[in-house]
């Protein structure tokens, strides 16, 4: 069982950033909620650049993610949030060792 990292990258263009970080207050506790380590980065030096960063226990966890009954609660948020940003751009990391 590898632990894996999720990322998701992208930019929230000017005159959206308020709405995004509103959505984003919303999506922080509940996946606090569901054991999943869920954190937003915003890069210092690229302006209004984002990583979300997912890390689970296992790959069975990761793959469980993708359930849309998983999400259910807060699917209308993540939509918005991937409504608004651009240049979206997914990664995925296997733990070694």
Do not use: C, W
Not at 11 to 17: E, H, L, M, S
Request: hydrophobic letters at 40%; aromatic letters at 12%; glycine letters at 6%.
């Amino acid at each position: 069982m590898s632990r894996i990292m999720f990322t998701v990258s992208y930019v929230v263009p000017d005159g959206k950033r308020a709405e995004y970080l509103g959505l984003v207050q919303k999506l922080i506790p509940f996946y606090a909620s569901t054991g999943v380590d869920y954190s937003v980065l915003e890069d210092n030096a690229a302006h209004n650049h984002f990583r979300e960063v997912f890390r689970y226990v296992s790959e069975e966890a990761f793959e469980a993610s993708d359930d849309p009954e998983t999400t259910r609660d807060v699917a209308d948020v993540i939509d918005a949030v991937y409504g608004i940003v651009t240049n979206v751009q997914y990664t995925t990391h296997k733990a070694v060792g």
